[in-house]
């Protein structure tokens, strides 16, 4: 369905994302517990993209596979770096064909000097030939793809001047993005800030909040790297501290808190919450049981 649709249908949305699996394992163990996902209703998943197109088959194929054999409604990640754009013409042609609605475009990791060279400096660069793509009628949807994109609340690393930053992610919408998702973070203080600051930017397209639960401390460290820049609060380290020695009471702590933040910004009137899943249901299941619901949809009741 196409974003505008599923934001016309959804007040709140919820979204949960996936990573395509490297293994057999991996895909048995990702659709063992997808009718967990399917019972929680969200308004739609997305599955990510690997930097530089390492993933770009099996992206594709659990896109497919979770249109087809899924109550699911998969949204896309695309990167640009290192790609041409007859490569992401054919990519797209690809997931028109098949009915995929949405696309999240982004840049990816910055190409490594010396590399393929890409077509595409930038995201706003690729929203805007989605944009051209979506005029030539080739999809389905006279829409064409609705569009989203991301932001960084505490700065992404490249930018460190935070107004030029926000200028670039007004590029983005200003080439066409339907909606913004955030990178995720651990303070809503920060979240409601850079929201205060995309208005103050003339930013008026829907901004989900990307959350992620802490599951382990290994997951802790790792989301550090990936996520550069992302604060974690003091009250939230000493409480992980506590308990470091027992991996159960991490993941209660971490549960605990993605959902204490849920809550704050429900109460704030987030337009989307988008759940970093990892693949596994347990911390999103647990999620929603802590926050009353059993599915997305009783979000969106007054
Ligand atoms: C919700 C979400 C999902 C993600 N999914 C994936 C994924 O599936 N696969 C993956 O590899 N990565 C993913 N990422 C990571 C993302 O690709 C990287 O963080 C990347 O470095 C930034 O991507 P972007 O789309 O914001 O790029 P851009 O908007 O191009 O910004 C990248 C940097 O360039 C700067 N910039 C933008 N325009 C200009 C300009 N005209 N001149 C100078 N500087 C400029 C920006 O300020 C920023 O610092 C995701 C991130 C988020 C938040």
């Known amino acids: 369905m196409h974003i505008a649709d599923i934001l016309s249908r959804d007040s709140v949305t919820t979204s949960f ?9 991996g895909w048995d163990s990702l659709f063992h517990v997808i009718a967990d996902f399917e019972r929680m209703q969200p308004s739609f998943v997305s599955v990510t993209y690997g930097a530089g197109g390492n993933t770009r088959t099996r992206t594709h194929e659990l896109v497919v596979r979770l249109k ?13 770096a290192n790609h041409t754009k007859e490569d992401i013409e054919n990519i797209l042609t690809q997931y028109a064909q098949c009915g995929v609605s949405n696309i999240l475009a982004l840049r990816g990791d910055a190409p490594i000097a010396g590399s393929t060279a890409s077509d595409f400096p930038h995201a706003a660069d690729l929203v805007k030939f989605i944009r051209q793509f979506n005029s030539r009628g080739t999809h389905s949807d006279p829409r064409g793809f609705g ?8 700065g992404h690393p490249d930018t460190p001047n935070t107004l030029v930053q926000m200028d670039h ?3 983005k919408v200003d080439e066409g993005a339907d909606y913004i998702c955030s990178q995720l973070f651990f303070d809503n203080s920060a979240f409601i800030d850079w929201q205060e600051r995309c208005e103050l930017a003339g930013i008026r397209i829907p901004v989900m909040a990307g959350i992620m639960p802490i599951t382990s401390i290994a997951g802790l460290k790792r989301m ?3 996520a550069g820049g992302t604060r974690f609060p003091a009250k939230l380290l000493r409480a992980v501290k506590r308990c470091e020695q027992d991996a159960a009471a991490v993941e209660r702590v971490g549960i605990h808190w993605a959902t204490e933040q849920c809550m704050a910004l429900l109460d704030h009137g987030v337009r ?12 999103t299941q647990a999620i929603f049981q802590n926050l009353g619901i059993q599915t997305s949809s009783q979000l969106r009741q007054p």
């Open 17 to 25: 994302e996936f990573f395509p699996p490297k293994n057999d394992a």
């Open 68 to 80: 087809t054999q899924t109550k699911l409604d998969p949204i896309p990640h695309l990167t640009c």
């Open 169 to 171: 992610l007004r590029a």
């Open 224 to 226: 550090a790297e990936l």
């Open 272 to 283: 989307g919450i988008h759940l970093y899943t990892l693949n596994k249901s347990e911390a």
């Open 147 to 154: 569009i989203g994109v991301a932001g960084f609340p505490e």
